[in-house]
Every structure is written in structure tokens, then in C-alpha cells.
């Protein structure tokens, strides 16, 4: 039997809460935001990277991703955060997603993104 494995970069966290956990090839990572910059485009392109670092701590990659949900505060964002969002995805089979305007975010993020993976699943 296989339990339950925290996934940690050692990154701060804003609650009770684990970055990511994994069970077998199963991977959750919590919603990821980075407050740390200005924009759409670069909060986009932290976040990505976040996920990046948690999905390689997991042993995976974004190859593995198979559902991804992404809130941002003004869906007036959609193109240009789905321009950052195509080019970090390059030649890997986009995944599953869905994404929505909500009122607000944790930190005053305008973009939190949730994955969902398997590992070794986008073996090409």
C-alpha cells in the first residue's frame, strides 16, 4: 500500500495546507499564485514556474498534467494569460482545463492555477 507523500520546494505557504501531495502516480498540487510581480503576463509566468518546480520535486513534468484549473480576478485576461499559458506548454498535449473570473485571491494575486497529474503518463 502506498500513502500519502507531501511535494515541497520549501516555498512559504499562506495556510494549513500541503503544496502538493501524491499517492502512487497520482499528483494534486494546491492553487499557486505569484504575488511577488505586476501583471498578468509575469504573475502567469511565476506561477508557471512554481508549478514547474513542484511537478519536478514530484519526479514529473507538466508532460503529466492531465486537469488544470485556472482563476483569475478579471476574465479580461483570458488572452493574454492563455498566450504565457501556450508557450509554457510548447510541444506537451495541453491538459484538461478549465478557467473562471472569481471575485478575489489570496495575496491580491489576479491568478491562482490548480494541476492534477499523473506521473509518467506524457512519456512520448
Same mark, same amino acid.
Given at each position: 500500500?502506498?500513502?500519502?507523500?507531501?511535494?515541497?520546494?520549501?516555498?512559504?505557504?499562506?495556510?494549513?495546507?500541503?503544496?502538493?501531495?501524491?499517492?502512487?502516480?497520482?499528483?494534486?498540487?494546491? @492553487?499557486?499564485?505569484?504575488?511577488?510581480?505586476?501583471?498578468?503576463?509575469?504573475?502567469?509566468?511565476?506561477?508557471?514556474?512554481?508549478?514547474?518546480?513542484?511537478?519536478?520535486?514530484?519526479?514529473?513534468?507538466?508532460?503529466?498534467?492531465?486537469?488544470?484549473? $485556472?482563476?483569475?480576478?478579471?476574465?479580461?485576461?483570458?488572452?493574454?494569460?492563455?498566450?504565457?499559458?501556450?508557450?509554457?506548454? @510548447?510541444?506537451?498535449?495541453?491538459?484538461?482545463?478549465?478557467?473562471?473570473? $472569481?471575485?478575489?485571491?489570496?495575496? @491580491?494575486?489576479?491568478?491562482?492555477?490548480?494541476?492534477?497529474?499523473?506521473?509518467?503518463?506524457?512519456?512520448?
Amino acid at each position: 500500500m502506498s500513502g500519502k507523500k507531501k511535494i515541497d520546494t520549501g516555498a512559504e505557504v499562506m495556510g494549513p495546507y500541503s503544496l502538493g501531495i501524491s499517492v502512487k502516480d497520482h499528483i494534486w498540487l494546491s @492553487g499557486q499564485i505569484d504575488n511577488t510581480q505586476d501583471g498578468i503576463e509575469a504573475q502567469t509566468r511565476g506561477t508557471l514556474a512554481k508549478i514547474d518546480g513542484l511537478l519536478e520535486a514530484a519526479g514529473s513534468s507538466k508532460h503529466d498534467l492531465v486537469k488544470v484549473t $485556472v482563476l483569475m480576478t478579471d476574465i479580461g485576461h483570458y488572452s493574454a494569460m492563455n498566450e504565457v499559458y501556450s508557450e509554457w506548454l @510548447g510541444d506537451a498535449m495541453p491538459p484538461s482545463r478549465a478557467a473562471y473570473a $472569481v471575485r478575489d485571491l489570496p495575496g @491580491g494575486a489576479l491568478i491562482e492555477i490548480v494541476c492534477e497529474a499523473f506521473r509518467g503518463s506524457g512519456i512520448q
